[in-house]
């Protein structure tokens, strides 16, 4: 494969592989539908996608194979700005936004907005804060600015610590999200689907690390973002709301505020003992596009949105991403089409649920549901089909014979799912769906892992522990770490721990908690050092999971409202107190790094740390 | 690089820091402060959208991707103007 050779050569022909690679893709697509009106299974055509899939990143994964150590940590620093963005956006959409998301809004409301807001708006701190100067800076891993900039093992070992947690929290809840998607598509049980996924997963990265996670997870942003417009497209512009529904939407909008009254949503709650009846399943009883009334309501909003996007700017596995830019200047730009690439899917979201809801309610519309005789509904396909696996339910509480708002159930999950088949479109869309859940999670978890790993590879094994370590050494050091760390997510997940582990926001929450104003004080304050640093982290993380503990186990009555999603307010809080107060009372940096803080902070000039170190 | 001197440093860095500051502050009234305000917004129509709803779902996101780009050109043309840019 001469394309795949290093050089200029491979950098230039980029728009021209992944160009070829799309229309392979559309293709295939093209050539499953075919094969459905030829009487083919949608088990089969489910199967045929996620393999098809998963085998191409495979052989990319295996033609970016290196020896080297800055493709392995860095991706030789020859990524297009472009490129990156692609590569970041899939990095950055979870296997969370690609289900979950749609059905949040669905169920949640304008409420559930703060996760898009939060979740985009995060990158505009990336670019003006840190992205740029940490490239500028030149290192490999989020510690290695950290105990550079401060100094110190104990500095690097404390980014470490967080980075870890962090990651580590994210990641299980991506293998288990692999593993119940290939479990469906595939037809395996759970615990083998996570171990399937995780083999993908580690053939994406381990050969070849930074390199071959780049130029997988363009290929993944490809097939996600195709597999999620598709679907709206197509239903879209069949319901007649033309075939790009975002701007026009609105009229849906209105229709479902005009039905909300009508229908009671909002006012009729479900009676009984829904979680114990129906777990995992709720009833829509909040309002579309109306906010909640007062202070508190907005203070959770703005909060939740806070600590997405303090929690997005202090996430290891998406800072290093721009660390693989060729300059400063490619680094900067490299965040706008990282938040272009991820605008694309984030604002696609609320269509989705607001089109699938007025489906469902608008009684002037052939799939509506609410209002209709229980009986007729509960034999439509779409229904029974997710209530026979415990998606879905539908209970006549008040024996009318009539489905009124509280008497149908759903879990949000399977809202991205089930639209396709609501408006009545062909399995094709489901086996391309489950491609794009697939493609969203596994690039998460590759970056993710490789962030751990390469931490703790570079940072714990050779900055600490053995400093003399040769090249190859090293790098066999982190894909034997790679592979443990997989490993053990693949445990925790396949176990079913990760109810445990909690929710993805808690990820967002401790890496504000520890490193965000470690990082951006690096930069912006000349004068924070290494107490301050490390007073920063640690009182930071401490604070924040005492603060999660006592608000979800101990019992503790959250303050203004901030729940155990939002527990990243008070640990930042505290870390900056912390950061601030010790830097003032301790001696300033010296002169030395009073300098290189000045280097990071002009774009020109070599980088802090050499190309390969 | 013996060329860029300590006031040229420091100049550069002043702009730079104002330039982080501007959009720092449309970040903060896209983020929070026009969400806070959802509610009374929401009186309003856009496009057939109620304004809180649609600024959440679509209007703050098209401010920051558009914003980032900007940016991005502006602290370009800062770098370049002090001459402390990347040979292209």
Known sequence: ?613 | MATITAANREAHWARTRNLMIIHLVIWFVFSYLVHWFAPQLNQFTFLKFPVGFYLAAQGSLVVFVVQLFVFAKQQDNIDRQFGVAETD
Request: aromatic letters at 12%.
């Open chain 1, 1 to 613: 494969m001469a394309f795949f050779k290093k050089g200029t050569t491979f950098i230039e022909n980029l728009p021209r592989i992944y160009g070829l690679y799309t229309g392979g893709f559309l293709l295939f697509f093209a050539l499953m539908a075919w094969f459905e009106t030829l009487g083919m299974k949608a088990d089969t055509i489910g199967v045929l996608f996620v393999s098809f899939t998963v085998v191409i990143y495979a052989v990319i994964g295996w033609l970016s194979r290196t020896m080297q150590v800055d493709a392995y940590y860095v991706a030789g620093r020859q990524v297009p700005p472009v490129f990156n963005g692609m590569a970041t956006a899939a990095d950055w959409m979870s296997g969370a936004s690609f289900v979950a998301m749609a059905g949040g809004i669905f169920l949640g409301g304008h409420a559930y907005l703060a996760f898009v807001v939060g979740w985009t708006g995060g990158y505009v701190l990336v670019a003006t804060l840190m992205a740029p100067y940490l490239r500028k800076f030149g290192c490999y891993t989020v510690p290695d600015f950290i105990g550079t900039r401060y100094g110190g093992n104990v500095t690097r070992l404390c980014a470490v610590l967080v980075l870890v947690v962090a990651s580590f929290t994210y990641v299980t809840a991506q293998i288990n999200a692999t593993g119940t998607i290939a479990a469906r598509a595939l037809h395996i049980p759970f615990e083998v689907g996570v171990w399937f996924g995780l083999v993908g997963i580690l053939l994406c990265s381990m050969l070849g690390g930074m390199r071959a996670v780049t130029w997988t997870q363009v290929a993944q942003y490809i097939v996600l973002i195709i597999a999620y417009l598709i679907p709206i497209f197509w239903m879209s512009s069949k319901q007649g709301f033309g075939v790009f529904p975002h701007l026009v939407y609105g009229d849906a909008v209105s229709r479902i505020m005009e039905l909300e009254p009508v229908l009671q949503v909002g006012v009729l709650k479900p009676t009984g003992d829904i979680a114990a009846q129906f777990p995992g399943l709720k009833a829509l009883t909040v309002l579309h596009a109306t906010p909640g009334e007062g202070p508190i309501a907005a203070w959770r909003f703005i909060t939740l949105t806070a600590c997405m996007m303090i929690g997005t700017a202090s996430l290891p596995h998406i800072l290093m991403r721009y660390f693989t830019t060729p300059t400063v200047r490619a680094a900067r730009t490299s965040v706008a089409w990282s938040l272009f690439f991820i605008f694309l899917l984030y604002f696609s979201a609320p269509a989705l649920a607001t089109f699938t809801k007025l489906q469902l309610l608008d009684p002037n519309l052939m799939t509506s549901i609410i209002g209709k005789s229980v009986e007729e509904v509960s034999q439509l396909a779409w229904i029974k089909n997710w209530a026979a696996i415990g998606m879905l339910a539908i209970k006549d509480f008040n024996g009318d014979g009539l489905l009124q708002i509280n008497e149908f159930f759903i879990r949000g999950d399977i809202v991205v799912l089930a639209t396709p088949e609501i408006a009545g479109l062909p399995y094709v869309i489901s086996g391309l769906v489950a491609a794009g859940g697939m493609a969203a999670a596994m690039s998460t978890a590759d970056g993710l892992l490789l962030a751990i790993a390469n931490a703790l590879s570079h940072d714990l094994y050779y900055k600490i522990i053995d400093p003399k370590a040769e090249t190859k050494k090293r790098l066999i050091v982190a894909r034997v770490l790679l592979l443990a760390i997989g490993a053990l997510g693949a445990i925790v997940a396949s176990f079913k721990l990760t109810g445990i582990l909690g929710a993805v926001a808690w990820a967002f929450d401790f890496a504000m908690s520890g490193l965000f104003f470690p990082l951006v004080l690096g930069v912006w304050w000349k004068r924070a050092n290494r107490p301050g640093a490390i007073a920063g982290m640690l009182v930071g993380l401490a604070a924040g999971t005492w603060y999660l503990y006592m608000v979800k186990w101990g019992g503790m009555v959250p303050w203004w409202g901030m729940d155990d999603l939002r527990f990243g307010m008070v640990g930042a809080a505290a870390s900056v107190v912390a950061m601030v107060a010790v830097t003032l009372m301790t001696e300033a940096p010296d002169k030395e790094t009073q300098d290189m803080v000045d280097e990071v902070r002009i774009p020109s000039g070599k980088t802090i740390l050499a190309s390969q170190h």
